[in-house]
């Protein structure tokens, strides 16, 4: 079955950039879309194909996809941005996410 | 507003069954697909199962594959999870999500969630 791999964690200090991996077989080749989840919280969108951000996701969110990575870039990174965060993919209908990464904010 | 509501997780020894209810408002329930995904305690994201916005398809992790049915019912926007032989590592809390193919397949649209506990 297909699998997309993610780092378990990323620190990053507040006003600079983290940059979070998602890697899979010819993953560039499919949408992926990355949610944020908050503890106890259910998760949010927060990049739809590839590099678009649903409305109300501030800019400071990006999105890219080639080859076998795609990257999530938080640009100036605010303390609000620590969460869990979670690639995902189609395959064949079946849907298939990241094992998620922990973004700190220290 | 656009909204899911789960209903039905609870407490279920192993062996037992369960059927988790998603009920949708605020949007044309017949124009999309719907999954459900879960998460363990203090695990990630899993995506469990998925039907067609027509119900015509469905499609499942290989885990639940044979113990898990998912359904709809356009009359009561509804769709619906059937768990059937629950093992302990079915323990988690259940989302209903619904998947959104003019946004290439995203789920932009989560439920609260509802929680499921198999006891050994």
């Known amino acids: 079955s297909y699998e997309v791999t993610q780092p378990p964690s990323v620190s990053v200090s507040p006003g600079q950039t983290a940059s979070i991996t998602c890697s899979g077989d010819?993953?560039?080749?499919?949408?992926t879309s990355w949610y944020q989840q908050k503890p106890g919280q259910s998760p949010v969108l927060v990049i739809y194909?590839?590099?678009e951000r649903p409305s109300g996701i501030p800019e400071r969110f990006s999105g890219s996809n080639s080859g076998n990575t795609a990257t999530l870039t938080i640009s100036g990174t605010q303390t609000m941005d620590e969460a869990d965060y979670y690639c995902?993919?189609?395959?064949?209908?079946?849907?298939?996410f990241g094992g998620g990464t922990k973004v700190t904010v220290l | 507003e656009v909204q899911l509501l789960e209903s039905g997780g609870g407490l279920v020894q192993r062996g037992g069954s369960l059927r988790l209810s998603c009920a949708a408002s605020?949007?044309?329930?017949?124009?999309?697909?719907m999954s459900w995904v879960r998460q363990a305690p203090g695990k990630g994201l899993e995506w469990v199962s998925g039907?067609?916005?027509?119900?015509?398809?469905?499609y499942y992790v290989d885990p639940v594959k044979g113990r898990f049915t998912i359904s709809r019912d356009e009359s009561k926007n509804t769709v619906y999870l059937q768990m059937n032989n629950l093992r302990g590592e079915d323990t988690a809390v259940y989302y209903c999500?619904?998947?959104?193919?003019?946004?290439?397949?995203?789920?932009?649209?989560w439920g609260q969630g509802t929680a499921v506990t198999v006891s050994s």
């Open positions: 194909e590839d590099r």
């Open positions: 999500a619904l998947k959104n193919t003019l946004l290439g397949g995203a789920f932009d649209i």
């Open positions: 010819k993953l560039g080749d499919k949408y």
């Open positions: 995902q993919a189609w395959d064949s209908s079946v849907g298939v």
């Open positions: 039907i067609s916005k027509s119900g015509d398809a469905t």
């Open positions: 605020g949007f044309t329930f017949s124009s999309y697909g």
